[in-house]
């Protein structure tokens, strides 16, 4: 994993010692001595990530962490903060203005490493998901995750025992607004709607904790879910190893709860933002896909899932039903009754059409009033029978138009063809099946409308 990597101090000598600490990393370095060096290289360069010590001349920190957030490429940019000197003050200052940790020296090399390497990792995540959910550019809406806007979360607590998960429970209640569970590590279920996981560990429960945590981000229903590992003082040594099998936080020695409490809700508002981008990529890859007025898929799907299905009916030695269907008549409807009439038609045959299909059919709108269907596993005699369905079905569910007391009677013309493939013959192509059910719907509108025909070499 490489990066640039912004250290900010005002002494030369601490620059260099950090410097040399990361030079055995894939790191870039890069150095400021003031805050306004810093803003400017942070504004220029943007970092992968910045580390900072807590004096900072110029500005306080939580000032200068302030200002990063409002630079639009660093709003969120990874910020670990090196204290000098043990202040609670400072450190809830600091996680209030926008900082993701903040660590008092001395701090031992594993240690700094491996959060540096958490940090990056997180953020690098967060950015290749904005930069999907973006189609490829990361907007300004990246900047949502530095938002003062949260919702309530819920949060498991989980001891070593009921007694020790119900006192941390307790304990954190008093500075947060969230909703939280107690839990125990042998507990093998948590509610279903949990946003964080808190684990307290100690060396004597070591291996449970690292299966838990294992298991919480390897499961689909809790990896995106932030975990927080908060350790007893014997268990300090496991900070490391917790940090990079996927630990999004690490506390050791005394609990601060309104720190941890702070903490939370940074972790928080970092999964709703994700959550937030997920959503928008499910959105977005469904519109590529998905008709807007009817619901059924579109071309740019179902031609790719017809390549599909032929491949793997090569590889079954099955047979792959291909169906063109189109509504008679249709212009009629729109010169009647109107536009949003017509519109009205095509929803309620998509869902019609739909209602008849099974779970591993595909149905596509890929024209004005023409509709494809593809039944994977789906022999001749059985294709054409359920078109003749399809064609009864529609013909016998009269469509009631919005608004309107009339009752529309529509009828559909399928064609037919199968995909096969058969030995010392050409494999069938999307092309070649798309223009044998074009040929099979044209007869079928030839004879009259409002039936079914089989394509004539798919009859042989």
Partial sequence: MSGKILIVDEL??????????????????????????????????QPDLILTSSQISGLTLDAFIAALRRLTGATAT??????????????HAALRAGADDILTTPVAEP?????LRNLLRQHHTDHELAAQASGGRIDPGFADQRSDFMTAGRIAVIGQTRAEAIQLRDRITAHSAHAYTALTLDARTAPALTDIYMIRISMAHAEDGLRLLADLK????????????ILDPDARPLAVTLLDIGADDVIAGPIDHIELALRLDTHLRRKQRNEGLRARLLSGLQAAIVDPLTGA?????????????????????????????DLDFFKRVNDRH??????????????????????????????????????????????LQIAERLCRSVRESPIHLPGSRTALTVTISIGVTIGRHRPGLPAPTVEGLLNEADRALYLAKAQGRNQASLCARSAA
């Fill in 338 to 383: 109107g536009h949003a009439a017509g519109d009205a038609v095509l929803c309620a045959i998509t869902q019609h059409l739909r209602s008849q299909l099974r779970d591993g059919d595909a149905l596509a709108r890929i024209g004005g009033e023409e509709f494809l269907l593809i039944l994977p596993d789906t022999p001749r005699r059985r294709a």
């Fill in 78 to 91: 990874p910020i670990l903060v090196l204290q000098a000197h043990d202040c609670r003050d400072e450190r």
């Fill in 12 to 45: 030369a000598t601490n620059r260099i010692v950090l410097k040399v600490k990361l030079s055995a990393t894939p790191y870039d370095v890069l150095q400021a001595a003031s805050a306004q060096e810093a803003l400017d290289i942070a504004k220029r360069e």
């Fill in 218 to 229: 390897a499961a689909q229903r809790t990896r995106g879910c932030p975990v927080v590992a």
């Fill in 297 to 325: 898929y579109n071309r740019r799907y179902a031609l790719p899932f017809l390549d599909r299905q032929i491949s793997e009916s090569r590889t079954n030695d099955t047979q792959t039903a291909v169906m063109l269907a």
């Fill in 111 to 115: 240690l700094l490493l491996a959060r």
